[in-house]
């Protein structure tokens, strides 16, 4: 099970160092390049825990956050404690909700579009994404490079953090499918708490990593424009050297 309960409680100590204000900014700073200064409407899809969405709120943005795992949002929704009243969370599978309105943006953050496997999976997310767009709003997202996936390739790689008194643990193990273009992720994870007490468990993730041009053709076909693939988070040049990039797309 991907997000699963006990993943979810510890889900954001392990991502503690991610850089949320940063990736924040730069949001803001596209939203600005294409005219839509000041507070916006926006749609944070996969929102997970609301880091981005409980920041961008913070920020004056109206955000409405979906994300198929409830565990998640319980998380997300813990945090709208400090006063955060302009988002909410709603529980839905991105690829076939319609909340009846319109946003001037849609994210999806964190590789989101990654975990939409086959191409329908994709283009039913794409419309989603456009069929809650104002005509001119835009589209940002975050994936993994073909291009750079095939040259780095993944590895093994661990990650051990403090959450109060106890200690998170996660160790992960990669393969590639190429002929599908596919991440197969294994994340053993570990807590132990002040007492000593363990508790150990795995999830098994799918990720599927895209090239620029196939990017380009899908959201053409879904009434988006893309505008600019980007190296993320630092705007450098989209290369073989650029494991995750940023998109910015147009809705016709």
């Known amino acids: 099970m991907e997000f699963g309960p006990s993943y979810a409680k510890v889900y954001d100590a392990i991502y503690r160092s991610k850089d949320y204000d940063g990736e924040v900014d730069l949001i803001e700073r596209i939203l600005a390049r294409h005219g839509l200064l000041g507070s916006r409407r926006l749609l944070d899809l ?42 909410e969370f709603r529980q839905a599978d991105i690829r076939d909700f319609d909340l009846g309105q319109r ?29 809650h767009l104002d005509p001119g709003g835009l589209f940002i997202f975050d994936v993994w490079h073909g291009p750079a996936v095939l040259a780095e390739r993944p590895g093994e790689r661990g990650v051990s953090v403090e959450d109060g008194s106890a200690r998170i643990s996660r160790k992960t193990q990669a393969s590639l499918d190429h002929t599908r273009q ?17 508790e150990k468990w795995q999830e098994q993730h799918v990720v599927r990593y895209y090239f620029d041009h196939e990017l380009e053709l899908a959201l053409t076909r ?18 073989a050297k650029a494991w995750n990039i940023i998109g910015v797309a147009q809705a016709r």
């Open 46 to 87: 996969g929102c997970g825990t609301g880091a981005h969405a409980v920041r961008l709120a913070q920020r004056s943005h109206a955000v409405v956050g979906v994300d198929r795992s409830a565990e998640m949002l319980v998380q997300a929704r813990a945090k709208l404690a400090v006063g955060t009243s302009a988002v």
């Open 103 to 131: 946003f001037d943006a849609v994210l999806m953050m964190f590789t989101v579009l990654g975990y939409q496997l086959t191409d329908a999976d994709l283009m039913e997310a794409l419309a989603s994404v456009r069929r």
């Open 182 to 198: 596919l991440c197969h992720v294994t994340f053993d994870l570990e807590r132990v708490d002040g007492a000593g007490r363990a």
């Open 222 to 239: 879904s009434g988006l424009k893309l505008c600019s693939l980007r190296s993320f988070p630092d705007e450098a040049p989209a290369d």
